[in-house]
């Protein structure tokens, strides 16, 4: 994608901390025409993933107002799982904590309300109207996407590129020794996209492991650009923040889904290998898990490359484009 030229994009979202950094990134990319946002279960449940996002639109008031619709309530299969320990119950670090200094709240009621229309159908519509040059940036389980698939697969396989915060290639999972957040709530959505044949960019925890953002950059920043947006940031990453210090010794949080936003932006921002993939819907220990066939005797003509796998990032230059987006 040339400077010049803005580009169709939905983000499928569950609505949590790193969703919000991602989704103010997107709001202020000149590139990035943000024609929805859909919305699923995930994080946070489906109506208050909506409400977050819907947040963070007031609080940046884009010159467009994305349509913002809820999708998915629960996985295709497996019971529902959220990370509101993660994320704080709000999904948002707890925002109702926080008062202006006149005791008002600092983050009132909202005056924007969701679209009535379906995530599964917006993502379809758009599909239908914008084809291949459409990108789908999908920043929580793939819930909504693989029904869209289910329901209609012929429409939405028009669609150019779908860039999924999802899964990992070569280190751990995040929630479980062997899965990723995403795919661990929902495995069976996660393989019926590897198996979509949609073009797929893997922004796995390979690379955003190494986009990590330290809670004093976060403070410093929040002191030096003083304005709604960066206050927002420095309070919804609290408890975030919080929750990686007191359990891997890092007081900050990974960009994941700020990440996928990036890469979207600008693909150059990391190196990838295109690699056969499925992920794992029945094991005891290992449900959720990313496998890619990296074995040099791997047959691809039987088993042909289904995504382009994230290995590596330009950090220096993504946290750049992360705070010129901010
Ligand atoms: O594993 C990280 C992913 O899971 C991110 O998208 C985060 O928001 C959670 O959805
Ligand atoms: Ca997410």
Redesign the pocket.
Known sequence: MSNSQTRPVIIDT?G????ALAIVMALNCQQLDLKAVTVLA??INVNQAANNVLRVIEIVQPKQTPLVAKGCEKPLVRPPFN?AGI?GSDGLGELHQFKNADGSPRYPQLTLEPSSEDAVDVLLKAAQEYGSELAIVA???LTNIATALQRDRNTLQKVGRIVI??GAVKVPG??SAAA???FF?DPDAAQVVMESGIPLTLVG?DV?MKAPLPRKDVENYAQKQRSLVSQFIADCTGIYMAFYRDNEGFHGC?L??PL?VGVAIDPSLVSTESVYMVVETEGRFTSGMSLADLRDRRDESTFPPNVDACLEVDTERFMKLFYDLI
């Open positions: 569950d949590g901390v790193d969703d995930g994080n990370a994320h920043l929580g389980p915060m999802g995040n929630i990723e957040f995403n709530v925890l955003a990974y994941h889904d996928a």
